[in-house]
T-cell receptor, first 110, second 113 residues
């Protein structure tokens, strides 16, 4: 079955630092890839998505590019803010079944 | 438009009991999925319903079951609760039957003692 591997957390950064969270996947067919974010006490929210190879998803300053050759979908942001502190989940979806990574907790400090 | 709502938000049960959790999807959404979130296993897919039919099922024992009603509201049931069932149970709804863009509710925190 599908699987997603993302870098272990927690990741602690100072405000305005550069963020990379690595994510690789295995899946059959041509899956969509996405990043969801979970803020404390809340449910998951879709952060960005990509539906085919070389697509770049972007939202709120975050970006990720669908790399089929390396089966990766790394999340990046050029300058993180304290408000970005949350847990980030990489995942792959086909039909209505989503497979998530274990999540990476990001803590941004002043 | 109201988001996905889940009731109750918190629940404490004893081993061996059963529990029913409820999910109301966003109006117009016909697909409802359920996930279990634990610190050790992360987010794991339980099952997905579309138009009252279970279309996908994860690798959970038969103690976990669900259903969907004609108004798209969904319930999941766990029978003979075990300590390991303590988790945050998340419901998500989507507009189209093959949409990966799911909208999540806040979850029900189940504690089994």
């Amino acid at each position: 079955g599908d699987s997603v591997t993302q870098m272990e957390g927690p990741v602690t950064l100072s405000e305005e630092a550069f963020l990379t969270i690595n994510c690789t996947y295995t899946a059959t067919g041509y899956p969509s890839l996405f990043w969801y974010v979970q803020y404390p006490g809340e449910g998951l929210q879709l952060l960005l998505k990509a539906t085919k190879a070389d697509d770049k998803g972007s939202n709120k300053g975050f970006e990720a590019t669908y790399r089929k050759e390396t089966t990766s979908f790394h999340l990046e942001k050029g300058s993180v803010q304290v408000s970005d502190s949350a847990v980030y989940f990489c995942g792959t979806g086909t039909a209505s079944k989503l497979t998530f990574g274990t999540g990476t907790r990001l803590q941004v400090t002043l | 438009k109201a988001g996905v709502t889940q009731t109750p938000r918190y629940l404490i049960k004893t081993r061996g009991q059963q529990v029913t959790l409820s999910c109301s999807p966003i109006s117009g959404h016909r697909s409802v999925s359920w996930y279990q979130q634990t610190p050790g296993q992360g987010l794991q897919f339980l099952f997905e319903y579309f138009s009252e039919t279970q279309r996908n099922k994860g690798n959970f024992p038969g103690r976990f079951s669900g259903r969907q009603f004609s108004n798209s509201r969904s319930e999941m049931n766990v029978s003979t609760l075990e300590l390991g069932d303590s988790a945050l149970y998340l419901c998500a709804s989507s507009l189209e039957d093959t949409s990966y863009e799911q909208y999540f509710g806040p979850g029900t925190r189940l504690t089994v003692t």
